[in-house]
């Protein structure tokens, strides 16, 4: 196992993130937290750039995010099973569908397509849901463990799960704990990720061979925030419409 400056990079990031998204009790601001792009940036380096395999990651976080919520509240699993369990799944998708998937640009270009048709249908159509306001007693000390092993899992696990690791909830891991009273906001917000990662990783890819990977980065990130937030913001105005709706029936 060897480590480089990303891997540190991401440990800080995935780190700094975890307690923000604790401390914050609105679902809806939950959701923002882990949707945030950060760790997938600071992991893009270590895995060697932007390939189909870093996109086709997304649908697995959509997989990871749904299950969850369909372990929890269909199944009545426990909140940490269900999560070890979706991780599980999705590291071991990852690994199996890694080296399947072309590392082409037929294969970035045909996986983006499905990413953001798919993203699009759902962001659409996935209905807002009323859930409570939730902060976790517990100190971010004890959680810390918990990063590190996230973390160092994933650094084990770049040569076998390539740009999959990209997609990792590796913020979410935790975070999806912390939001366990609110885990079809958590769901319904990845959608809105699968669209504006998508628009990120699109003009990263299109961008590479002319800045080089830090660059095109940047270049990214320019194009996601000029999608995430005007959607973002969409689907509050959405949530808060369904809420004004819901009240008079209350």
Not at 44 to 68: D, E, R
Request: charged fraction near 10%.
């Amino acid at each position: 196992m060897s480590f480089d400056i990303w891997d540190l990079v991401l440990f800080v990031v995935v780190s700094a993130l975890t307690p923000g998204g604790a401390c914050m009790p609105d679902p809806r601001h939950k959701a923002l937290i882990m949707s945030l792009p950060l760790p997938s940036t600071a992991a893009t380096p270590a895995v060697g750039g932007i390939g189909a395999s870093n996109v086709a990651g997304f649908t697995l976080l959509l997989l990871f995010s749904w299950q969850v919520w369909f372990c929890c509240a269909k199944c009545r699993m426990n909140i940490i099973l269900s999560i070890a369990l979706a991780a599980g799944v999705f590291c071991l998708l990852g690994k199996l569908l890694f080296p399947l998937i072309p590392d082409t640009d037929a294969g970035f270009w045909s996986v983006m397509v499905w990413n953001m048709v798919l993203g699009g249908i759902l962001f659409a159509a996935v209905p807002w849901k009323k859930e409570p306001a939730y902060k976790s007693p517990m100190p971010f000390w004890c959680k810390v463990p918990l990063v590190a092993g996230v973390v160092l899992l994933l650094i084990v696990m770049k040569k076998y799960m390539g740009g999959f690791i990209v997609a990792f909830p590796m913020v979410g891991v935790v975070g999806t704990y912390e939001s366990r009273h609110a885990l079809w906001g958590i769901a319904r917000q990845v959608p809105l990720m699968m669209l504006s990662l998508g628009v990120l990783n699109t003009l990263a890819r299109i961008a590479l061979p002319y800045t080089g990977l830090y660059w095109a980065l940047a270049v990214g990130w320019a194009g996601y925030c000029a999608v995430f937030f005007p959607l973002h913001r969409l689907l509050w105005r959405k949530s808060l419409a369904a809420a004004a709706e819901e009240a008079p029936r209350a």
